[in-house]
């Protein structure tokens, strides 16, 4: 047997047996206020219409006027006894068998299996307590023209004058204090409206094998439901069901697709809490909303067994502002969280006084310097303000909802047995299961990531390559396409951090594609073309000067040869010199296949990419060099940065931001007198910049070497960019290697001439870079390499 707390931790799923199906042999049995709530309404009224007769006529006896009043009012009476023999039907069905059937089969089977066709279980109740409240009102009429003898239509409107009257003044005066209270009810209550959506269990369609690529985080889910269905599994061995499952990650993994499922799996009703839906201008119409919520959330749990209730952006409401203590990675103005300098193991392997020392030193607040005043007064001014979650008191209200205590339901369980000496019946167990979605875990308080409201927590991450073929797939199999089953492998490769949504729309883009092309079926091109289109954006419609094309060739080329000639851990996926709104070209790169640890020599081979532009350009023009290497500067900085002051990859592995905050200063930072001539804070940075400056001279000079030797196949790179504008990883490939590409036939780079014909023009561009002239030659033509009616290139015409 599985032990129970193997379940508890969500390790092992015990066996659960079935539940028994089997129709029940006899109806239901009733509780004694629904067998007799009907005769006591029709009791009541007879009273009512008795005690007003003898207040008309006070010389006459009760049982005189009960004899007139059973005369007169016939109906009420047989009424009472439909009722009771009703009663007395329901009755002998809760003990006999065959009787049960009879009328449940034979005499409304039909009727019952109609109903439930064409109306769902919610539609049915809605009309049904519709029915009821009618009947109460046709009533209430009735008794009411019995008493004022008059039609029933009047009755309804000369009832509200006649208890007024009838009323003493202190009632009166009582019933004027609660009218004016009731206005300011009703205005907050329709304040305290709408941002909740409720789906009943016929409205959601959706279930979990549409939701593809997280089919880890769905095991743990499915574990959830089968607590949610079947409690008592758990709760008999001493357990409880949890309530609170938080899925975060980044935008469009499908976390709200995932809560979808779970309520179209268990058929339970499903509410959407919008993450607007608490912030008002009025304070304590948030605390209204979650009150509110959770009352109906109570109501649809009894009704149907259980209910989901899902807070989309649950960062807008479940964070407090400056108030807040920190969640994961701490608030701003303090220093980074301690498990984030711990390693890839934590925690786990420190003693107890090193983690004591570094949860310390990440709470440390940071220097003054660090932040700028009007920054940091803006946040402060946040917290005062009551920072977020819609309001002051609209967390603190989720979070009692959530946790509180349950107080008994209904007015006479609560005092009406109390003034009869009874303890009042305890509330019944609800089952409301709480899901959230965040892309912002760190905002969140930690009261309401606590166990017991929130009791499990999901990453639902970047899809693996396995899921993101999967969902490739599934969005396939709902169009036309022409796509094989290798291109949709290479497809889910070639976008490495593709979610759920990008995925849907970029099979979307590239149907929209073809069908303006005026076909009906996605090609593999329409598929290149969408990805390139949501990668980079359309293009802007200019024309580069011919020198400056050129130049933007060559930059783009050495960044494309240093890549495929020293990037193992990535591919090459594209790369263009069409001018988009904040680049001038690029060469985009992937990782084959999903790596989640990077080393020293890929950080290198990323800063040899980024240097080879400046040292390219160099090269190719003389010495001179361009403006548009200042974003690829930044990134080899970046880099070289990281590796000398943070991951031990440089000459020293002391990690900078460590020493900063101790102030160790570094070897080497005092004068020859013994006196300190510098702030250990400047002697840091000195000596660290000192260490960028060395590795980056280092790492250009064998960008430079590189470049060198590949001289003819970056004016290969960039001829073909200056032909077709943009080219695919393959294409690249083709061209260096000298092959049949997709789109570019790199045979005829193999061939001599032609590569002395690239350098002739180089020469005639790079000649007019310095002159600020026209290029005299034209850009060479591209033909056959079994050809051989090239031509040598000829001067433009004068």
């Not at 799923?13 to 006591?40: C, G, Q, V, Y």
């Not at 049915?124 to 046709?138: P, Q």
């Not at 592995?653 to 001539?677: D, F, H, I």
């Amino acid at each position: 047997m599985s032990d129970p707390t193997d379940v508890l931790n969500g390790d092992a799923i015990p066996s659960i047996p079935e539940p028994d199906l089997s129709p029940r042999r006899t109806r239901k049995n009733m509780t004694l206020w629904d067998r007799s709530r009907l005769l006591l309404l029709f009791v009541v009224a007879f009273l009512v219409v008795v005690w007003a007769a003898m207040a008309d006529n006070p010389l006459l006896p009760f049982v005189d006027s009960v004899r007139i009043q059973a005369a007169q009012t016939q109906w009420l009476l047989w009424l009472a006894g439909l009722e009771l023999l009703r009663q007395v039907h329901f009755f002998v069905c809760e003990r006999w068998t065959a009787y049960d059937r009879f009328w449940s089969e034979r005499v409304f089977g039909g009727t019952e299996r109609m109903l439930h066709r064409r109306f769902s279980d919610w539609t049915r109740f809605r009309f049904g307590r519709l029915l009821k409240i009618i009947a109460l009102i046709v009533l209430s009429a009735l008794v009411a023209a019995q008493i004022l003898q008059t039609s029933p239509a009047l009755a309804l409107f000369q009832a509200p004058a006649l208890l007024w009257s009838a009323m003493p003044l202190i009632l009166q005066l009582a019933f004027a204090f609660f009218f004016i209270a009731f206005q300011f009810i009703g205005l907050f209550w329709l304040l305290s409206r709408g941002g909740v959506d409720t789906y009943y269990p016929d409205d959601i369609k959706t279930r979990f094998h549409d939701v593809w690529g997280q089919d880890h985080v769905l095991e743990r889910i499915r574990e959830n439901i089968l607590f949610l269905e079947r409690p008592e599994e758990i709760e008999r061995k001493g357990g409880y069901v949890p309530g609170g499952i938080l899925l975060w990650g980044p935008p469009g993994t499908g976390k709200t697709l995932m809560a979808e499922a779970v309520a179209g799996e268990t058929g339970r009703p499903y509410v959407f809490v919008d993450p607007g839906a608490f912030i008002n201008m009025f304070m304590g119409v948030g605390i209204l909303k979650v009150k509110s919520l959770f009352r109906k959330l109570r109501k649809l749990a009894l009704r149907y067994g259980g209910v989901i209730v899902f807070f989309d952006e649950a960062d807008a409401l479940g964070n407090r502002g400056s108030l807040a203590q920190p969640g994961p990675g701490g608030p701003r103005g303090m220093g980074p969280a301690a498990f984030r300098a711990a390693g890839c193991h934590g925690f786990s392997y420190l003693s107890e006084d090193t983690r004591l020392l570094l949860a310390r030193e990440a709470m440390a607040p940071a220097a003054p310097s660090e932040e700028p005043t009007g920054r940091r007064s803006r946040f402060v001014m946040g917290g005062l303000n009551g920072g977020g979650g819609g309001g002051m008191g609209t967390l603190q209200a989720l979070l009692t909802e959530l946790s509180g205590l349950k107080k008994p339901r209904g007015f006479l369980n609560r005092w009406g047995r109390r003034v009869l000496g009874m303890r009042p019946k305890p509330p019944p167990q609800y089952r409301i299961l709480v899901m959230m979605a965040t892309n912002m875990p760190e905002a969140l308080d930690e009261a309401l990531l606590r166990p017991g409201r929130i009791d499990r927590i999901y990453k639902v991450g970047y899809p693996s390559k396995a899921g993101r073929i999967r969902t490739y797939e599934g969005y396939f199999a709902k169009v036309p396409h022409e796509i094989t089953a290798e291109q949709i492998d290479k497809l889910a490769t070639i976008t490495p951090y593709a979610t759920g949504a990008t995925i849907k729309d970029l099979v979307n883009e590239a149907l929209i594609i073809a069908i303006r092309d005026g076909r009906d079926v996605i090609t593999w091109r329409d598929v290149i073309r969408a990805k390139q289109l949501k990668d980079l954006g359309p293009p802007e419609d200019v024309e580069y000067i011919e020198r400056e094309r050129h130049a933007v060739a060559v930059h783009e080329g050495c960044h494309a040869v240093v890549a495929f000639r020293v990037r193992e851990h990535m591919e090459i996926d594209l790369a263009t010199i069409e001018k988009g709104s904040d680049y001038l070209g690029m060469v985009a790169s992937i990782p084959p296949e999903d790596q989640f640890t990077r080393w020293r020599s890929e950080y290198e081979a990323d800063i040899l990419v980024s240097l080879a532009s400046l040292a390219g350009e160099r090269m190719f023009f003389d010495g001179d060099s361009s403006s548009g290497v200042s974003g690829d500067l930044e990134s080899a900085t970046t880099l070289a940065s990281f590796m000398e002051g943070f991951w031990g990859m440089g000459s020293t592995v002391s990690s900078y931001s460590t020493a900063r905050r101790l102030e160790v200063g570094s070897p080497g930072g005092r004068g020859a007198s013994g006196k300190q001539t510098e702030t250990p804070e400047a002697m840091l940075r000195r000596a660290l910049a000192d260490r960028i400056e060395d590795q980056l001279s280092e790492l250009l000079g064998r960008a430079e070497a590189i470049l060198r030797d590949n001289r003819s196949a970056v004016l290969a790179i960039a001829h073909a960019l200056e032909t077709h504008k943009t080219l695919s990883g393959e294409d690249v490939e083709a061209v260096l290697g000298g092959t049949e590409g997709p789109t570019v036939d790199g045979r005829i780079y193999a061939d001599p001439e032609f590569a002395a014909r690239l350098e002739e023009y180089h020469a005639a561009a790079a000649g007019a870079h310095h002159r600020h002239t026209a290029v005299q030659l034209t850009l060479p033509v591209m033909t056959h390499p079994e050809e051989n009616t090239t031509a040598a290139a000829t001067p433009h015409p004068q």
